[in-house]
């Protein structure tokens, strides 16, 4: 199983940038999927958690509002809309996957989720 993550990049603040996440060798029909970041310096940070059908959907405090998740179920890839991007939004972004659906307390934990994409950097300049 792989997961590739893309999109990333140097935007302005108040921008918006959109990531993706392929999925190749299974497609974690009724599993979980998530979205996490570090930034520079800190430990990685969950940002969003959903279903493959997208509900229920689950986003941190701090991008509630200006993110949203959406997907291709043709070409296995789930997308992150980051908009009204902050500095504080600078950050490498991985998707990582689980076959399971993994339960409401564990979503926001890194080790509900076996597999992991690279990462695609977003710097968001001020």
């Known amino acids: 199983v792989q997961l590739q993550a893309s999109g990333g990049g140097l935007v302005q603040t108040g921008a918006s940038l959109r990531l993706s996440c392929t999925a190749a060798?299974?497609?974690?029909?009724?599993?979980?999927m998530g979205w996490f970041r570090q930034a520079p310096g800190k430990e990685r940070e969950f940002v969003v958690g959903?279903?493959?059908?997208?509900?229920?959907?689950y986003y941190s405090d701090s991008v509630k509002g200006r993110f949203t998740i959406s997907r291709d179920s043709a070409k296995n890839t789930v997308f992150l809309h980051m908009n009204n991007l902050k500095p504080e939004d600078t950050a490498v972004y991985y998707c990582?996957?689980?076959?399971?659906?993994?339960?409401?307390?564990?979503?926001?934990?890194?080790?509900?989720?076996?597999?992991w994409g690279q990462g695609t950097l977003v710097t968001v300049s001020s």
């Open positions: 990582a996957a689980s076959e399971r659906q993994i339960i409401l307390s564990q979503i926001r934990s890194e080790s509900s989720y076996p597999y």
């Open positions: 060798g299974r497609t974690f029909g009724t599993g979980t």
């Open positions: 959903f279903r493959r059908s997208l509900s229920p959907t």
